[in-house]
């Protein structure tokens, strides 16, 4: 059975820092995109970051400049994506979903990452 997991979500001070994981396991097909959505109740789920299976990143506009060109990690192998967060603000707070992209989407449940000012 496909499945996408994600952990690490959590809640942080303003400033502090948090590290996600996802592993993807029973997908049928080549994952050639893994990354990090994430979402606030009444707002539309938007891109964080984004790797494919080269290395390549694409970061969201609401993380460009804040996040690193490192934040996002991948380990094809094994079929997991990391997403490392530093310096996070209130306005981070949301659910974080983790994607696998391939013949087609796949959706982990999610997990909340809370940001206290």
């Known amino acids: 059975q496909a499945q996408v997991l994600e952990s690490g979500g959590g809640l942080v001070q303003t400033g502090g820092s948090l590290r996600l994981s996802c592993a993807a396991s029973?997908?049928?097909?080549?994952?050639?995109?893994m990354g990090w959505y994430r979402q606030v109740p009444g707002e539309e789920r938007e891109l964080v970051a984004e790797?494919?299976?080269?290395?390549?990143?694409?970061?969201?506009n609401s993380v460009k400049g804040r996040f690193t060109i490192s934040a996002i990690s991948r380990d094809n192998a094994k079929n997991t994506v990391y997403l490392q967060m530093n310096s996070l603000k209130p306005e981070d707070t949301a659910v974080y979903y983790c994607?696998?992209?391939?013949?087609?989407?796949?959706w982990g449940q999610g997990t909340q990452v809370t940001v206290s000012s």
């Open positions: 994607k696998a992209r391939g013949d087609y989407d796949l």
């Open positions: 029973g997908i049928p097909f080549t994952i050639h995109f």
């Open positions: 790797m494919n299976s080269g290395g390549w990143a694409t970061y969201g």
